[in-house]
């Protein structure tokens, strides 16, 4: 059974940087394809990343290019998510999701079938 479990996230102040961390068990994800979104209180899922099985090719959404560096490690199963300049506007929960098998980097939510719980990232003016 896979698992996706995500940390990482938590109450900090404007300007502040995180990393966000996402184990995968059940399943190697040295050939998934992994992405991270969040969504808002009253906003639909928003993209902001995604990695290729290798971890040579990168994409983020506009809102967060420049900003936040998606990585993985797969010796350790795991992707992260490094977020710094945080903005109140960064309030949500952020989740990481898992697809196995397209060689092509994924953007779109509805092509991961693979999701975990989320982390919630909460950021005061």
């Known amino acids: 059974q896979v698992q996706l479990v995500e940390s990482g996230g938590g109450l900090v102040q404007a300007g502040d940087s995180l990393r966000l961390s996402c184990v995968v068990s059940g399943r190697t994800s040295t050939t998934a394809v992994m992405g991270w979104f969040r969504q808002a209180p009253g906003k639909e899922r928003e993209f902001l990343a995604t990695?290729?099985?290798?971890?040579?090719?990168?994409r983020y959404g506009d809102s967060v290019e420049g900003r936040f560096t998606i990585s993985r490690d797969n010796a350790k199963n795991t992707v992260y998510l490094q977020v710094n300049s945080l903005q109140p506007e960064d309030t949500a929960v952020y989740y990481c999701?898992?697809?196995w098998g397209p060689g092509v980097l994924l953007t779109l939510a509805r092509s991961y079938e693979y999701w975990g719980q989320g982390t919630q990232v909460t950021v005061s003016s």
């Open positions: 999701a898992a697809q």
């Open positions: 990695i290729s099985w290798t971890g040579g090719s990168t």
